[in-house]
């Protein structure tokens, strides 16, 4: 850890309830965790946020999903794409719009950490697939949209410590990128906690850099495969200051081809088009 103590200790005074979730998109993801969750339900949910609904209505009739019909309504599209897929496009409309900022340098990390997050989101939905884990395609999906959320948080937090004309602190890119690798999991798994995402995510966000990771847990081993090789494709923030990782293990427990391998870096490389 190269970035001073008394910015740790700003960064855990800051509040929990910082925005790194939309309340409609929690809420949805909180009742998928109820598998007997009805589809009115999560009708209703939505169209709490008229906002999100149009967000998610124009992506679920974008070329990626439509498919031969085109939804008028948000039953129709839930109807079409079921509760699952809904809530994945929910979440990643919602993330995706809270990725912004006025401090340019802020922005355009926020930026960077958006690009990983969804190139990572795809790769996993699409790697679930191709290994035979389709059941496990909308799970990956989230997970890796969200395998990262600490560094949106801590980012959010940075920049409020930075507006504070008593801490006399300006934020550059070293600082940041240090804060990130030391603190990401740490304040991932406090902020997941707070809002009471379902454990599934939870877990991913904590074990996601781990030494020795649970090779029997396969979501796991898929968001990890997509997120080591998002540095080889040039699709993590600042890959010129990560170390790349041996995927050989993850490869190996879900039995990736060569040809897998390649599917996945150009499905990644497309979500960032």
Known sequence: MSFPLELRYQICMQPIELPVFNSVALELLQLLADQDVAMEQVIDTINKDQGLAIQILRMA???????R???????ESVNRLGARQI???????????LHHSSDPLVHQIMQGLWQHSHACAVGCRSLAG???????????????LLHDIGKLYLIKAMERISLDPANQCSLDLETVLDVF?????????RIMDYWDIPQRYCQIVAHHHDDEPDPDDRLLTI?????FNSVQYGLNLYPQYV??????SEVELLGASEDVLARLETDMKAACA
Request: net charge negative; aromatic share 4%.
């Open 181 to 189: 690798s030391d603190m990401h999991v740490e304040q991932g798994c």
């Open 61 to 67: 009739n974008s070329s990626a999903y439509t498919g």
């Open 69 to 75: 019909y085109k939804s008028d309504t948000i039953k």
């Open 243 to 248: 170390q790349p990782e041996d995927t050989l």
């Open 223 to 227: 968001v990890r495969l997509a997120n």
């Open 130 to 144: 191709a290994v035979g884990s389709r059941d496990l395609a909308e799970q990956a999906y989230l997970a890796g």
């Open 87 to 97: 809530t994945s496009l929910a979440m990643a409309a919602s993330q995706a719009a």
